[in-house]
């Protein structure tokens, strides 16, 4: 009987300090970059992939995003539908994680193609999913101060960065999305120096 508890206390032991052990094991350090040529960049390389990642992770959890050159506001479903009559609050549509993925990635990743103004400005980004006619549209929306012809050119370049969905796979209580990313541009050196002149 002794045997059995002593037995039966070991294992208990090692099922409880295992785990810790790993959860609480020291941590690997990286090592120091000692050449600045190939591997400098390489380190480079790998902290810009890691400020995009924590960028798009604060943004789809509802947080405000903010660089040099762009901020974003929390993204968001701003409207849902089903075919017939009734609205339904924005507060009961549920999440389209695929295209508020995508919308914040290819925001982030056309920056460049931001409009170059003396002030800067907002461009508010709509995007209108429909999953029974399977398409998107994307258009700059009436809350931001860059609207019609002078968003166009960021438009473009981000509805041509939306990855195509695979749309079988992807969950939905409703028929129609709107879904929203507000971004603010800086003001634009290059413009400012056009209106000076």
Not at 24 to 51: F, Q, W
Request: contains cysteine; glycine residues 6%; charged residues 25%.
């Amino acid at each position: 009987m002794r045997i059995q508890l002593l037995i039966a206390l070991v294992a208990g032991l090692v099922l409880v300090a295992v785990p810790l052990y790993l959860w609480r094991r020291p941590k690997p350090t990286k090592a120091e970059v000692t050449d600045a040529g190939g591997d400098a960049a390489l380190t480079d390389a790998g902290s810009l992939v890691d400020a995009a990642a924590t960028a798009l992770a604060t943004a789809l959890d509802g947080g405000t995003v903010s660089t040099n050159e762009i901020s974003l506001d929390k993204v968001k479903v701003v409207k849902c539908q089903r075919p017939g009559p009734g609205r339904t609050s924005p507060d009961q549509c549920d999440r389209q994680v695929f295209f508020e993925d995508a919308l914040v990635k290819a925001v982030l990743e056309n920056v460049s193609c931001a409009p170059k103004t003396p002030k800067g400005g907002t461009v508010s980004f709509a995007l209108k999913v429909d999953h029974k006619k399977r398409s998107v549209h994307l258009w700059a929306g009436r809350s931001g101060t860059i609207r019609s012809k002078r968003a166009a050119p960021v438009i473009e370049c981000v509805t041509r960065a939306m990855p195509t969905p695979d749309w079988d796979t992807l969950p939905h209580q409703y028929t129609v999305y709107t879904i929203q990313l507000v971004a603010t541009y800086p003001a634009s050196e290059k413009a400012e120096r056009e209106t000076t002149r």
